[in-house]
């Protein structure tokens, strides 16, 4: 999970694994306290405020507020220098945000719970079940724009997952390759299509041992959308009856990515017979790490893929591709820059312009968007993947204008994105966002201009010496071109740990 500016986290350091979960404290049971506010433009909140939030920022309003966290720790084995946690262990998280300010709406309602999960380890493996913040994919988790697939931009929901929170090394490999591994089952509550799932899975592998500077990541992770009834598939060539298939002969052609055996039958149409089913959505992700006495430098590319053309790399070089500088140097006076994340995305491929249903790769990817879930690869309103392609309610009323494209009316992006993250010696720490996309609309409603956007936050923590573990958060965010509304923003928040 990445650094949170709002929520005031800590991320591990690494960033080259997935789901991503907070660093451990020495503390096992730890509790926290945040008040804050925030005021934005009436037209809405400035993007770097409100993305990659966990959908805990409304995209419009001033507001004050609450937050509340609890979080046990593994143990770690008293006998162990290198801080090994013991074998069979549980933990849980919980966080709780009451908003104060904006009108509660069914996607944003005032009391929301990103976390609340229960975590049971047995030696390599972790079983948890809950709501839980996590991203998908190789790279920085503490700076990114956001990873291409699941980024951490909406609301956490209730998941079943079994997993290895870090890379297991292969004996037999005497350490040269270590693997990590994730399979999990979700529930998509309160969507707009009723009882819809998620399916997710992902294998990465760590090429190179420990004590090597040079170490070769590679892997993929895979989402599916599926299941659901919704009134407004009643009477369409997209469901049976408003309903989509869900039985567990459906489940094992989603999870495997095959085609169903029938092309129609009494539990789906020919549109899930010939597309699949469900909604898959997912990455293939590359990383090359560098690591010095001091410093680390990692590049990273995560290439998404929406369907088999995707996954065959027919839409080459969409993608995101990221390099990231970390300095683990101490900071023994003034200012120090600890970590440097630039990243390049592009979404303008798609496998061409044209879907070809005929042709053995489709063509025309039209990421995010989909026939039978209309909000597509989004959750409670918000985008589940990179936060660059934005659902058309987030877009200014001149881009609105343009009624095609679906619920992701702008998913032919290219972004440049750079973050930094500095301390004093003191422990304050100073963070800065910036971001310039240039946004092309669809391939079904190419926009007749380009929309162009630049964003940027500033943000800084300030640590109290006479009170421990207690902080203050200013931030400072604009937006400035013709894709969102013209918005300028602020937070301040106090946080104490214990």
């Known amino acids: 999970m990445r650094g949170n500016y709002l929520i005031g986290l800590i991320a591990v350091g690494i960033g080259t694994s997935l789901p991503t979960v907070r660093a451990q404290s020495a503390k096992q049971v730890q509790y926290t306290v945040e008040v804050g506010a925030l005021t934005a433009s009436a037209s809405q909140t400035p993007f770097w405020l409100r993305t990659n939030q966990y959908g805990t920022i409304p995209t419009r309003g001033s507001f004050g507020t609450l937050r509340l966290g609890a979080l046990r720790n593994y143990r770690v084995r008293p006998d162990s220098a290198s801080k090994r946690k013991t074998w069979l262990d549980w933990g849980y998280g919980l966080q709780a945000v009451l908003n104060i300010g904006p009108q509660p709406t069914a996607n944003n309602p005032a009391l929301l719970l990103p976390d609340a999960y229960v975590k049971v380890r047995l030696g390599w493996l972790e079983l948890f079940g809950g709501n839980r913040r996590e991203v998908a994919g190789l790279g920085d988790t503490l700076l990114t724009s956001g990873f291409v697939a699941w980024s951490g931009n909406a609301l956490p929901f209730p998941k079943l997952q079994l997993h290895t929170p870090e890379f297991v090394s292969l004996g037999f490999t005497k350490k040269l390759i270590a693997l990590r591994a994730g399979?999990?089952?979700?529930?998509?509550?309160?969507?707009?299509?009723?009882?819809?799932?998620?399916?997710?899975?992902?294998?990465?592998?760590?090429?190179?041992?420990?004590?090597w500077k040079v170490r070769f990541y590679a892997g993929l992770n895979h989402q599916v959308q599926w299941g659901g009834r919704a009134d407004y598939l009643i009477g369409t060539p997209l469901a049976v009856a408003g309903k989509l298939p869900t039985s567990f002969r459906d489940y094992l052609s989603l999870v495997t990515g095959n085609y169903p055996d029938d092309l129609q039958n009494d539990r789906f149409t020919d549109f899930d017979g010939t597309n699949r089913i469900g909604n898959h959505v997912g990455s293939y992700d590359f990383g090359l790490e560098w690591h010095g006495r001091s410093?680390?430098?990692?590049?990273?590319?995560?290439?998404?893929?929406?369907?088999?053309?995707?996954?065959?790399?027919?839409?080459?070089?969409?993608?995101?591709?990221?390099?990231?500088?970390?300095?683990?140097?101490?900071?023994?006076?003034?200012?120090?820059?600890?970590?440097?994340?630039?990243?390049?995305?592009?979404?303008?491929?798609?496998s061409g312009p044209t879907f070809d249903p005929t042709a053995r790769y489709q063509g025309g990817d039209n990421y995010f968007n989909h026939s039978q879930y209309i909000q597509?690869?989004?959750?409670?309103?918000?985008?589940?993947?990179?936060?660059?392609?934005?659902?058309?309610?987030?877009?200014?009323?001149a881009v609105e204008t343009y009624a095609g494209g679906g619920f992701f009316p702008n998913n032919r992006v290219v972004a440049w994105y750079a973050g930094t993250e500095g301390r004093f010696r003191q422990g304050h720490m100073l963070t800065a966002r910036f971001s310039y996309s240039r946004n092309f609309g669809t391939f079904n409603q190419p926009y007749p201009q380009l929309?162009?956007?630049?964003?940027?936050?500033?943000?800084?923590?300030?640590?109290?010496?006479?009170?421990?573990?207690?902080?203050?958060?200013?931030?400072?965010?604009?937006?400035?071109?013709?894709?969102?509304?013209?918005?300028?923003?602020?937070?301040?928040?106090?946080?104490?740990?214990?």
């Open 183 to 211: 399979y999990a089952h979700g529930w998509l509550i309160n969507s707009y299509v009723r009882g819809s799932y998620l399916h997710q899975k992902y294998l990465y592998g760590r090429f190179g041992k420990p004590h």
């Open 295 to 350: 410093v680390n430098y990692l590049l990273y590319h995560q290439h998404l893929y929406d369907d088999a053309s995707g996954l065959a790399l027919q839409n080459l070089p969409d993608g995101l591709t990221g390099l990231r500088f970390l300095n683990a140097r101490p900071v023994r006076s003034g200012f120090q820059l600890r970590r440097v994340v630039v990243e390049w995305l592009s979404t303008t491929n798609q």
């Open 376 to 397: 597509g690869w989004s959750y409670r309103g918000r985008t589940l993947g990179t936060p660059f392609i934005a659902p058309r309610a987030d877009l200014a009323p």
């Open 451 to 498: 929309f162009w956007q630049f964003s940027m936050l500033v943000s800084a923590q300030w640590r109290f010496t006479r009170w421990p573990r207690t902080a203050l958060t200013t931030t400072a965010a604009l937006d400035q071109g013709t894709l969102f509304a013209h918005a300028v923003g602020s937070f301040v928040g106090l946080k104490k740990q214990w």
